[in-house]
């Protein structure tokens, strides 16, 4: 009974210290760091405690009682101390950000469940990085430098995530695609990547079916047929016929384990990212940790059918006005969910096949598909982003285009899509200054980039590629990238997938018609374009007319009160009432910023004059030989007690916004 009062003391300080540090840490904790800070501390500071105060005492079990009030609390406040301390030593080494996007998940679980997954979640990183020092990653990426050094690192790489499997061969996968980001040595090496899936057994197809139908499969479909198209690593397709309308259809099934992989691996993929980006200054100007962030968000939509079944209606509005012969399939949304998606059959072949065909008008084909695209990117702002040829289906009997699979769209803004006109018009023209003012809406930050050093560049680049009958577009994208990165700039998310559009088309073309030269048929898509939008208030007078008294149904109320302002503004210089005023608080982001900031200040200022006080008080009270000096000592010991307290916090917060601009 003598050694339980003691444990169940120390157990209550330390629950104690658990909560008093958290709070004192601050939000956005990490608990298992916490714990074990709060074990050291305790385990350390009472032995500490029981070797200077308790050992050989009569009672030195009991260890509250045993001993003054003062040292107790001395005891409680250095353990309070410490604990925080370590916290701050782990969160200063660990590598990995604690933030929303990429962390854990530090959800309201249940303790058990979240420390089991802790631990396999530790496991699973331990064996992904072991996977990549024994590949050589973090050798190989210190010297990459050159061609040799490239290849060992692409070999490494590939290896790697080879090894990790599921997500990490997917993330390879894309990355062989990124023909705009990575040399030719790298997208040579991870395009050997294969993922070997396994077809779902009949009782899975059957489960499924039966957990996401609103009914019984026999009174759904007619026909089912188990033997799957097609199966990848996301899901499977399967023929069938829709008993109500006796319509022939598509049935893509969401595999039943995806979710719980992507839970798992993907912020293991992250936290990958971040270690690779960490290690090599390669990976950071590369952008590698923004490659795995935009991976991760591209096949979280994926992996719910909803968001396929809804770009895949946005794009058929889109193209329903077109006079070209390009189709989406129809969606059957009564049917469909985020787990199953039921669309229409699509006729024809794929591309990928059509070398095995006599087609006389290949060029005509590759046109309708480019200017499709054109179309969709450029006068509505959202386009399919997957165009292998794989993914588009041409009807030899009637002639039609069919687009699939819109687990991935991009959409641009009306600035973007200016940009990316330029963009084409600048590389079919040679003109490095229109190729400026496009790339310029495409990039953040172009403020802070000297116009004359980045034409000059972009002009290099043009130089390469003039006077030779042809050159590959993603030889001319991976060299703009190049440029991008070594003026310290970057295109924004969708932009980069426009540009991996581009380059993905390209090679499709290619496959139809060998000769088709992407930027000259664009040339004529724009000047076919601006005739059209010309001719427009001819073709329709009625369309144009209601447009016109819509827009001065707008204007009119505004121009009645220009002279009026006009009036008010004289008056106001006449005054001397007119003044410049630029508030930096007027935007949100610099509101914050500086509130932010300001609060630490003070905190950091409180902390000092703490510290300033308690050691002024703590040198007056060895002058003082009276009992007023022990109040003097006691209130200097806890005025540096709490300096400490808010500079150990403001250190932790101060890491935590470091990670958080990496």
């Keep these: 009974m003598s050694i339980i009062i003691p444990i169940v003391q120390i157990l209550f300080v330390s629950i104690f210290i658990f909560f008093v540090s958290g709070r004192l840490i601050g939000s956005n904790v990490n608990i298992f760091k916490r714990l074990f800070s709060v074990f050291i501390s305790v385990s350390f500071t009472t032995f500490i405690f029981w070797y200077t105060y308790l050992r050989g005492a009569e009672h030195s079990l009991n260890t509250i009682k045993s001993v003054m009030n003062v040292s107790t609390l001395l005891w409680i406040g250095s353990m309070l101390l410490i604990s925080m301390l370590i916290y701050l030593f782990f969160e200063l080494f660990d590598p990995i950000a604690l933030n929303d996007s990429n962390g854990r998940n530090v959800g309201k679980k249940f303790i058990i469940k979240r420390i089991i997954g802790y631990w396999r979640h530790q496991k699973r990183l331990r064996t992904v990085l072991s996977i990549a020092v024994k590949n050589g990653i973090t050798r ?190 129809k969606v059957y949304e009564e049917y469909s969910n985020e787990n199953i998606l039921i669309m229409g059959l699509a006729t024809g072949v794929s591309l990928g096949n059509l070398a095995q065909y006599d087609i006389d008008n290949r060029h005509e084909i590759a046109e309708t598909l480019l200017f499709s695209y054109l179309e969709q990117a450029l006068v509505s702002g959202i386009f399919h982003a997957d165009p292998h040829p794989g993914n588009i289906h041409y009807d030899l009997n009637t002639g039609e285009i069919t687009l699939l699979d819109f687990g991935a769209v991009c959409r641009l803004s009306a600035a973007q899509q200016e940009g990316l006109k330029l963009f084409f018009i600048g590389i079919q023209q040679n003109d490095a200054s229109i190729l400026y003012d ?47 990165r070594d003026f310290g700039l970057q295109f924004y998310p969708s932009v980069s997938v426009a540009l991996r559009v581009i380059v993905t088309l390209d090679g499709t073309l290619r496959i139809i018609d060998r000769n088709f030269n992407m930027f000259e048929e664009a040339k004529l898509f724009s000047s076919s374009y601006l005739k059209l939008a010309l001719k427009k208030p001819f073709k329709e007078p009625r369309a144009t007319k209601d447009r016109l008294e819509e827009e001065l149904a707008l204007i009119i109320p505004n121009l009645r009160k220009i002279p009026r302002r006009v009036d008010q503004l004289f008056k106001k210089v006449e005054d001397g009432k007119v003044i410049l005023h630029h508030d930096i608080f007027s935007d949100k982001n610099n509101a914050k910023f500086i509130t932010h900031l300001f609060s630490k200040f003070v905190l950091l200022l409180v902390g000092i004059t703490f510290g300033v006080i308690s050691v002024a008080l703590l040198a007056i009270s060895q002058f003082i030989h009276s009992a007023y000096a022990i109040y003097l000592n006691t209130a200097s010991y806890l005025g540096l007690f709490l300096c400490a307290v808010l500079l150990v916090r403001l250190s932790i917060q101060a890491i935590r916004d470091m990670k958080r601009m990496e």
Excluded at 151 to 171: H, N, P, V
Excluded at 445 to 461: C, F, G, Y
């Design 140 to 329: 190989t990426m210190k010297y990459a430098r050159n061609r040799d050094s490239d290849r060992e690192l692409a070999i490494a790489l590939r290896d790697t995530l080879e090894q990790c499997g599921g997500i990490f061969i997917k993330f390879g996968q894309v990355l062989s695609t990124r023909k705009e980001f990575l040399s030719p040595i790298f997208i040579e090496e991870l395009e050997k990547l294969q993922d070997n899936v396994t077809q779902l057994s009949e009782n899975q197809v059957k489960e499924t079916l039966q957990q996401n139908l609103r009914g019984e499969i026999n009174e759904v479909f007619s026909y089912f047929n188990m033997k799957p198209i097609a199966a990848a690593s996301i899901g499977q397709v399967h023929r069938a016929i829709l008993r109500k309308t006796n319509e022939e259809v598509v049935v893509k099934l969401l595999r039943p384990e995806v979710k719980e992989i992507m839970r798992e691996d993907l912020s293991i993929l992250m936290e990958f990212a971040n270690w690779v980006t960490s290690k090599s200054q390669w990976a950071e100007n590369l952008g590698f940790r923004d490659l795995a962030e935009g991976f991760v968000s591209s096949l979280r939509e994926e992996i719910d059918f909803k968001i396929e079944a809804r770009n895949m209606i946005q794009i058929h509005n889109v193209m329903k006005k077109s006079d070209l012969k390009v189709k989406i399939p």
């Design 438 to 484: 496009g790339i310029s809406l495409l990039v953040k930050n172009t403020r802070e980039v000297d116009r004359l050093e980045l034409e000059q560049a972009i002009s290099q680049i043009i130089l390469k590629i003039s006077y030779v009958e042809r050159i590959r577009t993603d030889e001319i994208i991976y060299s703009i990238f190049t440029v991008i």
